[in-house]
C-alpha cells in the first residue's frame, strides 16, 4: 500500500544532466531502502542507487561519480541525481520502495540521452 510516482525523466544532450524524482504516498512508515533501477529494451533490469533507511547509499559501477542519490524526507521524496550522462545511460527508470515483506515500484520514466 505504497504509491510511487517518478518524475524528471526526458531527453538530454551527452554530457548533460537530470533530476529524477520520487514521491511515496499510502502507508509509508517503516520503508527500509529506496532504489533506483533502469531498464533499457532487450536488456537486464539494472539496479542503479540504493539509499537506505539509515542513510547509506550505494551505486551501480556503471555510474558511480556521476549519479547521487538523496532524500527529502519531510516531502516522502528521493531523488537521482544524474551527471555528466551518456547514451549508455539511456533507459526507463524505476523507482522501488522496499518495507517488510513488500516491495513497491513505480510507473517507470523515461530517460533518453542523444544528440
Known amino acids: 500500500q505504497v504509491q510511487l510516482v517518478e518524475s524528471g525523466g526526458g531527453l538530454v544532450q551527452p554530457g548533460g544532466s537530470l533530476r529524477l524524482s520520487c514521491a511515496a504516498s499510502g502507508n509509508i512508515v517503516n520503508i527500509y531502502a529506496m532504489r533506483w533501477y533502469r531498464q533499457a529494451p532487450g536488456k537486464q533490469r539494472e539496479l542503479v542507487a540504493t539509499i537506505t533507511s539509515g542513510g547509506t547509499t550505494n551505486y551501480a559501477d556503471s555510474v558511480k561519480g556521476r549519479f547521487t542519490i538523496s532524500r527529502d524526507i519531510s516531502k516522502n521524496t528521493v531523488y537521482l541525481q544524474m551527471n555528466s550522462l551518456n547514451p549508455e545511460d539511456t533507459a526507463v527508470y524505476y523507482c522501488?520502495?522496499?518495507?517488510?515483506?513488500?516491495?513497491?515500484w513505480g510507473q517507470g520514466t523515461q530517460v533518453t540521452v542523444s544528440s
Open positions: 522501488n520502495a522496499a518495507q517488510f515483506r513488500a516491495l513497491y
